[in-house]
């Protein structure tokens, strides 16, 4: 294990050394995008006394450098700054927000994960046949329709001809855990069948690939079920990819849901970052940004970890 | 049946006289003599009743968005507001100045000196009692030299301003304004409590029918009524939940599932489908929200009024009427003061000008700019279906033999880099409570927003007097002849003015509906009621 431990560490260091890259970068491209938070805020009743007294009293008139390096000082302690719009803390805005973020990705993921492996699993078996031709066919067209699509279909039909869930999910704290499962449903159900056919293709592709394997044919020869031939010995030596497409996935859910989350109405991470790159409100969109990133590292990590872990060839580099 | 219902809802809101009613209800064949609506009460003259939990979805909401009055940008916030503050003065449905907070007001003759009168016995949401200073307070807010509040030009025009004991607040201004209590009406002027900063504004303590219980900025608002509350007759609902939705597909369906109660800004392309819907009213009303291209006059060839009166002929407006607003409006005759203005000047007094392409050609061949390609910059974040409206335009003006090269602009930054910035580019204006506001703003020579750069002598002159003379009559005749000058002259070309279109399900209750902004001039909250 002492090369899984070394990788590790490695690898948290050059993401952190990414992270504070992709800050710097955030930080200079909203530098470069015309207008500040004084402008974007006051919008058209903009004049120039105001502007220059909203800069002034946001520090925004000091040079570039000198905000970026007193900002990386904050945030190394952890202080995530305040709202230049509204005077917020953002680790107080964020911090609701992303919970919410995170509450989506997983429910969706808790839906689409063992369903992708579970009808992965049977095309592999019953692989060429109508079934596993028409499962591909119906994943591969959800997948390619842009998500808005998908979305606006589920709620006409779902939510506004049958009036069965709600059409919109502005979720809140005052609700229980129960409500807020039902609110999410027409999102979750959107995402799902957006990542759905990747994993499920993958799984089916990787147990496929594993198949062909000679002790595969052994165990056919011994006489044993296909269906243990694939759930106990194909599936576990088919993990190593499966494990990275689920992860990138989930990644996914996590950071790409903007869409949804503007269709849906939904109070998540996306919607928040991109009201504050339109207000040019540098802090919150450091910290989602950077939120972001940090999840795609993690998650990214994770899965070469469980990679290595799962195949033995690549523990034991030799 | 429907459609003697739309009349009596016209009827009702003063759209048509009774004459006019009679004579298209009695074209329809319908008996109309049963109708209440002529009654001469309005159609919903019920009782209010007190209860319930109104959910309404604003578009226009963002999570950048504050509590703080002189930051406040948009629908959602300015509603929030409405529900916990008051303002010295209100404007009712009518368009005219009402007290609010003050109880009466009074001016000098020369409209520069006014003393306003403080109701007695009203209490913020905290306990504290309104008394003059938190009125000083609350306008030095914007005044102050630091302020960064939107309206910190117009409350320049403040010179001093001084308590008289605790219940009148006396303003000197720096020159005579006859609509200075209509400037106290406008939603960035609410009255706070003496002392709020930072924070505290976002806790949204006021006057107001409502108590702010939980605000999370462009997401969701909860207020619950104020028991306290010292207007009498207002503020119905028990709690009020404000929900922003910015998307307008989405902002529809919740209120056709039933998870809002109202939501404002229809998306007029499919509108005529939520009327038909038995369970959901739609409410349109004439506004002063106009979209306009600006030119700017200091700059060649748009300094030439032949070439502005040229390009005011290519338009054809009723097309673009029905094409971009589905006729939700009215026509613009290229000055701002619309329908809905009191001193609007009627067909005779200054005609509609109509697409003339053989006019538009004249003037600019006149002008020796036959051939010249005019660069109209536009985004949809000028309004809704700005770029559209551009499009249709050149494609007018190209009848007429004149090319107009449409520029698509990011909407991102639009009124930081374009507005105001490139020579003609695609404008939209809220209108103002008056004239003397609307003409001040955006048309008056010295004003930061005029965003023609117009510069005109009579026109400038005009507008000083008319704004310090309290006799209506000779106010009007003033206000008529400015508008002739601005139509002929100025930079705008303004072909429509919008109607408010909002909607609510038939559960809402409420009197005559107020054209300031959407949903009841932003006071629903406090005005509806729950059948």
Known sequence: MHTIAGMVLKRIALGVLTIVMISFLISVGIEALPGDVAQAILGQTATPETVAAFRRELKLDLPFYVRYFSWLQDFSRGDFGISLANGRPVAQMIGWRFSNTLFLAAVAGVISVPLSLLLGMLSALYRNSWFDRMISTITLTTISFPEFFVAYILIAVLSVQINLFPSISNLNESMQFWQKLHIIILPCLTLTLAVFAHMMRMTRAAIINVLSSPFIEMAELKGLKRSRIIVHHAFPNALSPIITVIVLNLAWLIVGVVVVEVVFVYPGLGQLLVDAVSKRDLPVVQASGLIFAATYVTLNLTADVLAMITNPKLRNPK | ?531
């Open chain 2, 1 to 531: 049946m429907s459609k003697l219902k739309e009349l009596e809802e016209m009827l009702s809101r003063g759209r048509i006289s009774r004459r006019e009613f009679l004579i298209r209800s009695s074209a329809l064949g319908l008996t109309a003599a049963l109708s209440p609506a002529l009654l001469g009460t309005p159609a919903h003259a019920q009782k209010p009743k007190k209860g319930g939990r109104l959910r309404q979805g604003l578009g226009e909401c963002s999570t950048t968005d504050s509590l703080d009055p002189g930051l406040i940008p948009a629908a959602m916030p300015r509603n929030i507001d409405w529900q916990v503050r008051n303002n010295l003065v209100e404007i009712d449905y009518k368009g005219n100045a009402i007290p609010e907070l003050a109880e009466s007001w009074e001016a000098t003759p020369d409209a520069a000196k006014w003393a306003f009168k403080l109701r007695k016995g009203v209490q913020f949401h905290n306990g504290k009692s309104l008394e003059a200073e938190d009125v000083i307070f609350s306008v030095d807010h914007h005044r102050k030299k630091d302020s960064k509040s939107a309206i910190k030009g117009i409350v320049e025009q403040i010179k001093e301003m001084k308590t008289d004991g605790k219940q009148t607040v006396i303003f000197t201004l720096e020159g005579g304004n006859a609509d200075f209590p209509s400037i106290l009406a406008d939603y960035h002027l609410p009255i706070v409590p003496t002392g709020t900063a930072g924070a505290e504004w976002e806790k949204g303590i006021g006057t107001g029918g409502y108590i702010l219980v939980s605000f999370e900025p462009g997401v969701r608002a909860l207020t619950r009524r104020n028991p306290n509350y010292w207007k009498e007759g207002c503020a119905h609902f028990d709690e009020v939940e404000t929900i922003g939705i910015a998307d307008v597909t989405a902002r529809t369906n919740a209120l056709m599932t039933g998870q809002i109660d109202c939501m404002n800004q229809c998306d007029l392309k499919t509108v005529h489908l939520l009327k038909a819907k038995p369970d959901i009213q739609v409410i349109q009303v004439t506004a002063a929200r106009h979209y306009t291209t600006a030119m700017l006059c200091d700059i060649p060839p748009y300094n030439n009024n032949d070439v502005r009166l040229g390009l005011k002929h290519a338009i054809d407006r009723e097309q673009i009427l029905k094409a971009i607003l589905r006729g939700y409006g009215s026509l613009g005759n290229d000055q701002p003061i619309g329908p809905s203005y009191r001193f609007h000047a009627t067909p005779s007094e200054l005609p509609q000008r109509k697409y003339d392409p053989d006019k538009a050609k004249f003037y600019l061949k006149k002008a020796g700019m036959e051939g010249h390609v005019f660069k109209l910059h536009a985004a949809d974040a000028a309004f809704a279906g700005a770029v559209d409206t551009a499009v249709l335009y050149s494609e007018q003006a190209a009848k007429a033999g004149i090319k107009i090269e449409v520029v698509r602009e990011p909407d991102d930054g639009y009124w930081s880099n374009v507005w105001i910035k490139k020579e003609w580019c695609m404008v939209y204006w809220n209108g103002r409570a008056t004239e003397d506001g609307m003409f001040s703003i955006s048309y008056a020579a010295d004003s930061n927003w005029n965003d023609t750069h117009w510069k005109n002598e009579r026109f400038n002159k005009l507008l000083k007097t008319a704004r310090a003379e309290l006799n209506d009559a000779k106010r009007r005749e003033m206000y008529v002849e400015m508008q002739c000058i601005a139509s002929d002259d100025s930079g705008n070309i303004i072909p429509m003015f919008a109607d408010i279109v909002d909607a609510a399900s038939t559960k809402l209750k409420f009197g005559p509906i107020g054209a300031q902004f959407e949903l009841d001039s932003s006071r629903n909250t406090e005005r509806w009621w729950f059948a």
